[in-house]
């Protein structure tokens, strides 16, 4: 059992896509008043099909009014990392403090290098991570003397002015599935963010992967809590009995989410979904009955 104890927050993850251009801000705005937490957009910056995600979080940042906003997750080889440290402070700033940061490695090198990206290998790719963090982190720490000075092998800042500083804390959360870079997340991250459909083994390799994350975060002197875990999830929802995980009623999705949570510690569940009835379901009917069941559990 690997309950951490967080609270559960849910939220949508949106396709960007180009045509109709409203359409995913529309989702933002049903994902918002379903009650849903936080509004996610892909990122693939060379997938011309798709709005350039952090233009689309910019503009549903000024549409709404209450829900967290995050690339879900932005690749990095074609965001830089001081540049896209001053963007998330500024949007940050100008939101109130809705902004959160969700990162990878990159992972379709053919369009990123397309895209004038540097094609990396697997262990390249896990050092470039780090060496962003720091460069983030550094950008945002205005309480700190000096200008920045990171050299790295991929990212080298010298001399840079630190801020502007977010008007909260932004979590950088990493997306995560191999050893080295679930090492990574636990040393640095301040949340995993993998895809249900991307694990192995569905949910019973989260504890394995866990495991991985906590060892890495306890080596680096950090509570293993201090990581919180995410999941994006799809499905189907039915008004009869289910077939399966995530294949039934809303009733039924909020009981095996509960069961997410306090088996596998995930507090953070993100319904992949460009349905306004799904965004509905997940925030109105499944989000609420999903909370009641972890706290009664958590109190017995």
Excluded: C
Excluded at 77 to 97: E, I, N, Q, W, Y
Excluded at 263 to 279: C, K, R, W
């Amino acid at each position: 059992m690997s309950d951490y104890g967080h609270e559960l927050w849910f939220g949508s993850f949106i396709t960007p896509t180009a045509r109709p251009p409203q359409a995913p801000v529309e989702l933002a705005l049903t994902s918002e008043r379903a009650g849903l937490d936080l509004v996610s957009f892909q990122d693939h910056p060379y997938q011309s099909a798709f709005q350039d995600t952090w233009t689309l979080m910019s503009y549903v940042a000024a549409r709404t009014e209450r829900i967290r906003i995050s690339g879900n997750v932005l690749s990095l080889p074609l965001r830089p990392p001081a540049v896209l440290a001053r963007a998330a402070a500024s949007l940050d700033r100008l939101t109130g403090g809705r902004v959160e940061l969700g990162i990878g490695a990159g992972a379709f090198w053919d369009g990123i290098v397309a895209m004038g990206g540097r094609r990396l290998e697997p262990a390249q790719a896990v050092r470039a991570v780090e060496e962003a963090v720091d460069v983030i982190r550094g950008l945002w720490a205005t309480e700190e003397t000096g200008p920045l000075r990171v050299t790295g092998e991929f990212y080298t800042v010298n001399g840079a002015k630190r801020g502007p500083a977010p008007a909260h804390r932004i979590p950088i959360r990493i997306g995560a599935y191999k050893p080295r870079m679930l090492r990574l997340t636990g040393k640095i991250a301040d949340g995993w963010l993998p895809s249900l459909g991307f694990l192995p083994e569905g949910p019973a390799s989260l504890r394995a992967m866990n495991e991985q994350i906590d060892e890495a975060a306890s080596a680096a002197g950090r509570e293993p809590a201090a990581v919180s875990r995410l999941l994006n999830l799809s499905g189907r929802f039915t008004s009869g009995a289910g077939g399966g995980l995530l294949q039934g009623t809303p009733g039924d999705w909020a009981e095996q989410i509960a069961d997410l949570a306090l088996q596998y510690g995930v507090s953070g569940f993100i319904l992949a979904s460009d349905e306004p009835a799904d965004l509905n379901l997940f925030g109105h009917e499944v989000a609420p009955r999903a909370r009641e069941l972890v706290r009664s559990e958590r109190v017995t």
